[in-house]
């Protein structure tokens, strides 16, 4: 759905923007390259980035905030690989189930 008709704006283009950083509806104008029309958009491009920064803060808060980055060195690459032990139950219910 189009949120800006003059500028051919979607709602997807918009949603591309804050997520890849925009913050306000200036910086979202910017990066889809919307210049000044009718302005009927106006309400509706606000309403959308307040939704995100609300449902983006709701996230942090309840996830702890975003994840840091971490580095990659020598010392990760040398994780010893994952082994799975599969113990007598499991071996009888594959058995049953076949
Ligand atoms: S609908 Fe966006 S400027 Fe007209």
């Known amino acids: 759905m189009y949120v800006c008709i003059c500028n051919a704006v979607t709602e997807d283009a918009v949603h591309q923007c804050l997520a890849h950083g925009a913050r306000n509806s200036k910086e979202v104008k910017e990066r889809t390259g919307m210049k000044p029309g009718c302005g009927s958009c106006t309400k509706r491009l606000c309403a959308m980035v307040s939704e995100w920064?609300?449902?983006?803060?709701?996230?942090?808060?309840?996830?702890?905030?975003?994840?840091?980055?971490?580095?990659?060195?020598?010392?990760?690459?040398?994780?010893?690989?994952?082994?799975v032990e599969v113990g007598a139950d499991q071996d009888r219910r594959v058995e049953e189930a076949a």
């Open 53 to 83: 920064r609300t449902a983006s803060e709701l996230m942090d808060a309840m996830t702890g905030g975003p994840a840091a980055l971490q580095a990659v060195t020598s010392e990760t690459t040398d994780v010893p690989p994952l082994t």
